[in-house]
């Protein structure tokens, strides 16, 4: 297992989180016939809030991110970005069960249809609620 760590989110994180969205997201959104260069990345902008999200380091250098957002119904997942450096080597699977252990109860995310991350979060407890022809919404109980 790699080394890494979480830190707190900054403002100061919003331009390399917008750009890292941009290339983790850009073949799943390319192949759905959703990806724009501009909206991949402003809409990040706009629903960021550095106090809901974690920056994730592996040997010092910043490899991704991770945020849970309260909801009434429970907190939502979101922005969990790797870089594609740092994808399959087992750091997602263990910033995920790391912030999972933090939060009993509900937790729900949304994953783009044929995202590969599917699969992590399956491994992980997460179950289907809803499809629709982009988003694949889903929850998993503690």
Known sequence: MIPWRLRPAT???VEPLAELRAVVLRADLERLGRYDERRVRQRFRDGFDPSHTWIIESYGEFAGSIALRPAD???WLEHFY???SMQGRGL???VLQHVLDSHDGLVRL???QGSPA???YERH???VDSEDPVDVFMTRKV
């Open 92 to 94: 997602g699977s263990a």
């Open 73 to 75: 119904d429970g907190p």
């Open 11 to 13: 403002p100061a994180d």
């Open 118 to 120: 599917r699969r992590l």
């Open 125 to 127: 407890g997460f179950i």
């Open 110 to 112: 949304n994953v783009l």
């Open 82 to 84: 790797l870089h594609p």
